[in-house]
């Protein structure tokens, strides 16, 4: 494996200049230093989700590349790819397979089958309140097997996707072939996506079940032996995270783009400071990806009345004020995600968008930078628009010619000044003091024993400044 703490982008593989060959050019031409590692999200064959529901994952689709073009990646980048371990697409060889032999087929049990998991009378109306579920209704679909026989498999995200049993060898036996299959084709990080809802258990929610999620985790985070790093992907509470620090488990700061957004716009730093403070060393930090920005993630740090009033502050640029969503989803314990680029979260101010980036930069963990928030990009509304995907408005597919000028704008050069410091400087390898010496300051050092960075930012007029120390001079960083 290689990997290093460096910044990773996070990028389809098609996002920027079409394809895998254009991805390594565009990086080359215009951000040497200023990424690490890549993210690169589905590039498998898929039926839907935007790669999500893969049919395979023994192939790379073609319209993005081979794995001549991974690898030539991996050659200058760390990589990380996706593997949805709660499903694979009803179009896959194995699904197939089960829905043309039945029970003879050697898949029949990779994928659970829900009335035989609820049992006789069951689910009543109660166990379905308790579900925590993805979509109305029961999470269910049925099939009319080549035998004739109907069946209900169970489906907890889009139709296109079938869950499997992990309970099974031979869900198992998937896992650890695709696992080894990608870590011989370059990939050093596997994410391990919707993990949360792999455990399925009667009289629970069936999301991050305790104890059985840990032995889980636990036994599939070994599958990959030394060849990959599996890291596990979960929405969840704050306590999520730290509960995978103490299992000695990576996580992902979903807590910190929702703070991070209340700090800038009140003006407070002491929650955003405290959660620095609180935050897993073993984690990657975001401000943006390909999904929205977390609220639910950031329970406790803001209450409900503060996460309300800042969602009220940047309604103008969220998706549902253009597309219609139901109400609920706008309530704080409702609200799922909050879909919008990070620009455009800040109202395209440049000065707040930076010093939201330094903040991320300093902070515990391994930097993630999505390629829309690389190039500072602004709400895709005419995506919105032509998609039922709230989502779509933080997708925008870049061009060459788009991309060149992205490049050229002022927020998009500093921004890539602070990657490559990030990126090149020593200093981030060390220890993290956090303080707060009056309102709207915080201050951010990172030490090893001969370097020091310091980030001194105010929130009150979103200034920051960057100090920093080797072989015994004191610098300024310069933007």
């Given at each position: 494996m290689n990997i290093s703490n460096k910044i990773m982008l996070i990028t389809y593989p098609d996002s920027i200049g079409g394809n895998l060959v254009t991805l390594r050019n565009v990086l080359k031409e215009y951000f040497e230093d200023a990424v690490g590692g890549i993210h690169i999200l589905p590039f498998f064959p898929s039926s839907g989700d935007r790669g999500f529901s893969p049919i395979t994952?023994?192939?790379?689709?073609?319209?993005?590349?081979?794995?001549?073009?991974?690898?030539?990646?991996?050659?200058?980048?760390?990589?990380?790819?996706?593997?949805?371990?709660?499903?694979?697409?009803?179009?896959?060889?194995?699904?197939?397979?089960?829905?043309?032999?039945?029970?003879?087929?050697?898949?029949?049990?990779?994928?659970?089958?829900?009335?035989?998991?609820?049992?006789?009378?069951?689910?009543?109306?109660?166990?379905?309140?308790?579900?925590?579920?993805?979509?109305?209704?029961?999470?269910?679909?049925?099939?009319?097997?080549?035998?004739?026989?109907?069946?209900?498999?169970?489906?907890?995200?889009?139709?296109?996707?079938?869950?499997?049993d992990l309970r099974t060898e031979t869900a198992k036996k998937f896992l650890r072939e695709n696992f080894n299959h990608l870590a011989l084709n370059g990939i050093s990080i596997i994410r391990l996506d919707a993990l949360g809802y792999v455990v399925k258990k009667r009289d629970t929610s069936c999301f991050m079940v305790e104890p059985d999620i840990w032995n889980v985790i636990d036994e599939i985070t070994g599958m990959a032996g030394d060849r990959a790093w599996l890291l596990p992907e979960i929405h969840d509470t704050w306590e999520t995270a730290k509960k995978l620090e103490e299992h000695q488990v990576w996580s992902y700061d979903f807590v910190l783009p929702f703070l991070m957004l209340h700090a800038i716009y009140t003006g407070d730093t002491k929650k955003l400071a405290g959660w620095?403070?609180?935050?897993?060393?073993?984690?990657?930090?975001?401000?943006?990806?390909?999904?929205?920005?977390?609220?639910?993630?950031?329970?406790?740090?803001?209450?409900?009345?503060?996460?309300?009033?800042?969602?009220?502050?940047?309604?103008?640029?969220?998706?549902?004020?253009?597309?219609?969503?139901n109400p609920e989803?706008?309530?704080?314990?409702?609200?799922?995600?909050?879909?919008?680029?990070?620009?455009?979260?800040?109202?395209?101010?440049?000065?707040?968008?930076?010093?939201?980036?330094?903040?991320?930069?300093?902070?515990?963990?391994?930097?993630?930078?999505?390629?829309?928030?690389?190039?500072?990009?602004?709400?895709?509304?005419?995506?919105?628009?032509?998609?039922?995907d709230h989502r779509s408005i933080n997708r925008h597919n870049y061009t060459v010619e788009e991309i060149r000028d992205c490049a050229q704008r002022d927020v998009v050069k500093k921004l890539r000044s602070l990657m490559q410091f990030r990126n090149t400087f020593g200093a981030f390898d060390g220890d993290l003091e956090v303080t707060v010496p009056s309102e709207g300051i915080l201050i951010m050092r990172r030490t090893t024993d001969d370097k020091w960075a310091e980030l001194i930012c105010n929130f009150a007029d979103l200034d920051f400044s960057i100090c920093y120390m080797e072989q015994g001079i004191t610098q300024r960083l310069k933007l």
């Open positions: 994952y023994e192939t790379v689709e073609p319209a993005f590349g081979d794995w001549a073009d991974i690898k030539k990646l991996s050659e200058t980048y760390y990589l990380m790819c996706d593997v949805m371990v709660n499903h694979v697409s009803k179009r896959s060889k194995e699904f197939l397979d089960y829905l043309e032999k039945g029970e003879a087929s050697p898949f029949a049990d990779m994928f659970l089958d829900y009335e035989q998991f609820w049992g006789e009378g069951r689910p009543d109306e109660q166990d379905i309140n308790l579900l925590y579920r993805r979509k109305d209704g029961e999470p269910y679909q049925s099939f009319v097997r080549a035998d004739g026989k109907t069946v209900k498999l169970w489906c907890t995200f889009t139709n296109e996707q079938i869950d499997l620095l403070e609180a935050a897993p060393r073993t984690q990657f930090t975001v401000l943006d990806t390909h999904d929205g920005i977390g609220v639910y993630d950031a329970y406790d740090w803001v209450n409900e009345e503060e996460a309300a009033a800042l969602i009220e502050r940047i309604e103008d640029r969220l998706s549902y004020q253009f597309k219609p969503l989803k706008k309530r704080f314990k409702k609200a799922y995600q909050l879909y919008t680029t990070y620009f455009s979260a800040l109202h395209e101010n440049e000065q707040a968008y930076l010093l939201a980036r330094a903040v991320q930069f300093f902070a515990p963990g391994i930097p993630q930078v999505y390629y829309v928030g690389m190039l500072a990009g602004e709400n895709d509304y005419a995506a919105l628009e032509q998609s039922e």
